[in-house]
T-cell receptor
Framework: NAGVTQTPKFQVLKTGQSMTLQCAQDMNHEYMSWYRQDPGMGLRLIHYSVGAGITDQGEVPNGYNVSRSTTEDFPLRLLSAAPSQTSVYFC?????????????FGAGSRLTVL | GQQLNQSPQSMFIQEGEDVSMNCTSSSIFNTWLWYKQEPGEGPVLLIALYKAGELTSNGRLTAQFGITRKDSFLNISASIPSDVGIYFCAGPTSGTYKYIFGTGTRLKVLA
């Protein structure tokens, strides 16, 4: 099993450009989520999904879009990148049943917006 | 939004020393998770706690689910250089699937 796979690992964008960060998991996890990590601020939840076709907002959703058309994939879209979106982005997944609740993380995608 | 307060923010210790860190919340958690993150990597789960008062070990690591359900503690015994990293507490806010994370404790071990 590959676990949670994120691509790309590094990306540089200019302000106003759009891009999609990809996340795929092969563990048949119902729950998937996106976090951003900034220095001194821990991980903050952007969006999450509890199954195909269902998404919801986290703490910092503005400027980001998500969709969940399959169980395996949960892409994160930046429609018009801003320098404030420079960060490291992590995708995480888990089973959503009682007693599960353990997130498995990808290796991260480092995004720089100039 | 809801926050997890983690302390200390950073620690510099000598190899062989024991380490303690804690995490507190203003609201109740039903699950506490402890993660470690090394440079350039995603967080990796160390210990998961599911019941108030629960004490769980993973090698030299021991974590406890506070009896009030508003706090949790992580201890590392006899630290070694590879313990270096950032340690995060986390949990799903009650009744939701929104996992929130503490701001982390940065640990450095001096050989």
């Amino acid at each position: 099993n590959a676990g949670v796979t994120q691509t790309p690992k590094f990306q540089v964008l200019k302000t106003g450009q759009s891009m999609t960060l990809q996340c795929a998991q092969d563990m048949n996890h119902e729950y998937m989520s996106w976090y951003r990590q900034d220095p001194g601020m821990g991980l903050r939840l952007i969006h999450y999904s509890v199954g195909a076709g269902i998404t919801d907002q986290g703490e910092v959703p503005n400027g980001y879009n998500v969709s969940r058309s399959t169980t395996e994939d949960f892409p994160l879209r930046l429609l018009s990148a801003a320098p404030s979106q420079t960060s490291v982005y992590f995708c995480a997944s888990s089973y959503s049943g009682t007693g599960a609740n353990v997130l498995t993380f990808g290796a991260g995608s480092r995004l720089t917006v100039l | 939004g809801q926050q997890l307060n983690q302390s200390p923010q950073s620690m510099f210790i000598q190899e062989g020393e024991d380490v303690s860190m804690n995490c507190t919340s203003s609201s109740i958690f039903n699950t506490w998770l402890w993660y470690k993150q090394e440079p350039g990597e995603g967080p990796v789960l160390l210990i998961a706690l599911y019941k108030a008062g629960e004490l769980t070990s993973n090698g030299r690591l021991t974590a406890q689910f506070g009896i009030t359900r508003k706090d949790s503690f992580l201890n590392i015994s006899a630290s070694i250089p590879s313990d270096v990293g950032i340690y995060f507490c986390a949990g799903p806010t009650s009744g939701t699937y929104k996992y929130i994370f503490g701001t982390g404790t940065r640990l450095k071990v001096l050989a």
